[in-house]
């Protein structure tokens, strides 16, 4: 949660954690009432924070995770938890779609293949292992649209975030009637969906009560978390793209008019910049690999971090500091939660190639740091193949908060990059969308021009970079030489 004031200072910032439950291989949930009891916690805590009245709040930005599917009943009730974008249980549900609609009407109707991790496939899925939810439901929502629901009542989404869940006509910007009839999906379960700064609605009483705003606070559509932060990064014009080290890694690229990659491996879909487009490449588990690598490997680390109020990832990322580049030839392979680009392929699984004896846990720390950093090369690579200019590459996303991991990516790609001053990407792009609906800014672009600033710029080193290069084609050999392997696991 962030507080921005109209001349782009932050006020204050407040984070509430909460889990991701992987009940069985392949399935990833979370609860969306405790996002909403989240949600209150984090608005109370900024508003405390910042010691501002909440009368003086002109307008509220939403963002979260994009694909997730929230279902609820005709009270307005959830009806079960959440599947994330992270689940990768529906690929059975794709290869259907594929048969049954075809591959490429799929790919007329969205712009886009048939994926797991896209809400409709899981939908799907609620239709043929869980008939008795099906039925009930009335409604269905995305994750930062059920907080809009908690706030105001409405239904109502956004283009981006529309753009993910595979019923959206991506090229008109509206939702595919054509995918819903073959899908048998009633139209009236989607909201209505509107470009990133326009009104949906304002704070209702109930909200106001939970969370201390005023009654009657304006809410913009916002946007997913991609498409929130690249505005909050200034991705509002050809050239400048962003790579983002979250929880997953992207690399987004503004488009003024739609463009697809033939094998879908790039996702395209509208921008939170009204009447533009964009493309990404994702990698599923980026900053998640390092996270899952701190939580199973590092508890010591996590502990003393605790005590000293420090990251955990900065006193990993120390550690692996002292290694050289290249791990002493150790790879990873991030595919943690199966890999989307460029592979397209949700029985992956992660690999620590070449470990030797000599080996410590720095090695495997910087390893995991290398291997996130190829996988998002191959994003890049993607991109330039369909010819969008690449001027400038700015980090995001806290990957973009360790100085080594920013090097590491320069070296990696094989070009200057740059970070930015605020650190805060999707929340601050969502501000600044709310600042647009309400008329303290004029547009999109003229905001970004305004607040965002560059903050630092690394440059690569020919040495490095040599060495990357000749580790990268290692790091894509791998995985084709494994593929077979991969679907004798599926369980
Ligand atoms: N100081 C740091 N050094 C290295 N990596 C970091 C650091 N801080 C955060 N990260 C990485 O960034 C991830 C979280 O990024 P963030 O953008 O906050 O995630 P989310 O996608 O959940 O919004 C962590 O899982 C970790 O891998
Ligand atoms: O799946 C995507 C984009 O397609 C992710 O962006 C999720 O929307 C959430 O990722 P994090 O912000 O947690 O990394």
């Known amino acids: 949660m962030l507080l921005m004031d109209i001349d782009g200072h932050i006020l204050a910032v407040s984070t509430e954690r909460y889990e991701v439950l992987h009940e069985r291989p392949l399935f990833a949930e979370q609860d969306p009432e405790v996002w909403w009891e989240k949600t209150c916690l984090a608005i109370r805590k900024v508003i405390e924070i910042s010691g501002c ?56 109707f969205t712009a886009n293949p048939a994926l797991p991790n ?11 292992h869980e008939p008795y939810h099906f039925k009930k439901i009335a409604k269905i929502l995305l994750p930062k649209d059920y907080i809009r629901y908690c706030l105001t009542g409405e239904y109502a989404s956004d283009v981006s975030d529309a753009s993910g869940t595979l019923l959206f006509d991506v090229r008109n910007r509206h939702w595919s009637q054509e995918m819903c009839e073959r899908l048998e999906i009633p139209m009236e379960w989607l909201p209505r969906v509107l470009e990133s700064p326009e009104l949906t609605g304002t704070v209702n009483p109930t909200a106001a009560a939970k969370t201390g705003l005023q009654i009657g606070t304006k809410v913009v559509a916002g946007a997913g978390d991609q498409a929130s932060g690249a505005v909050g990064n200034g991705i509002v014009r050809s050239g400048v793209v962003s790579s983002t080290i979250g929880t997953s890694g992207v690399v987004f690229a503004f488009a003024k008019n739609i463009v697809q990659d033939e094998q879908g491996r790039l996702h395209s879909f509208c921008h939170a910049v009204p009447g533009a487009w964009h493309v990404m490449g994702v990698t599923q588990a980026a ?20 005590t000293l109020a420090e990251d955990v990832y900065n006193l990993l990322a120390k550690e692996a500091a002292q290694v050289a580049a290249g791990s002493e030839g150790l790879v990873y392979l991030p595919y943690l939660l199966g890999e989307r680009t460029p592979h397209l392929d949700p029985y992956a699984r992660a690999v620590f190639f070449g470990v ?28 330039e193949d369909l010819q969008l200019p690449i001027e400038e590459i700015r980090l995001s996303g806290g990957g973009a908060k360790s100085d080594l991991w920013c090097s590491i990516q320069t070296n990696i790609y094989g070009r200057s990059v740059h970070t930015v001053e605020s650190d805060e990407g999707p929340a601050f792009g ?17 905001a970004c021009d305004l607040l965002i600033m560059r903050k630092h710029t690394y440059h690569p080193q020919l040495d490095e970079m040599n060495l990357y290069n000749r580790q990268y084609a290692v790091y894509k050999e791998i995985y084709e030489l494994l593929k077979p392997l991969y679907r004798k696991f599926i369980s």
């Open 356 to 383: 030797t004896v000599r080996h410590k846990r720095a090695h495997f720390v910087r390893g995991i740091m290398e291997g996130v950093s190829f996988s998002l090369r191959d994003s890049l690579s993607l991109i």
């Open 53 to 108: 009245s909440s009368d003086s709040i002109q307008g509220i930005g939403l963002t979260g995770q994009m694909h997730s599917l929230v279902v609820l009943d005709s009270d307005g009730k959830v009806i079960r938890p959440a599947i994330l974008w992270s689940d990768q249980r529906t690929q059975p549900e794709c290869d259907w779609m594929n048969e049954h609609i075809g591959s490429s009407h799929i790919l007329r």
């Open 430 to 446: 969502a501000a600044i969308l709310a600042g647009v609906g309400t008329g303290c800014f004029v547009d999109v672009e003229s």
């Open 118 to 128: 896209f809400t409709a496939t899981k939908l799907q899925w609620i239709r043929q």
């Open 287 to 306: 900053g998640g690999s390092l996270q899952w690598y701190a939580k199973q490997f590092a508890p010591l680390e996590q502990a003393l971090a605790e």
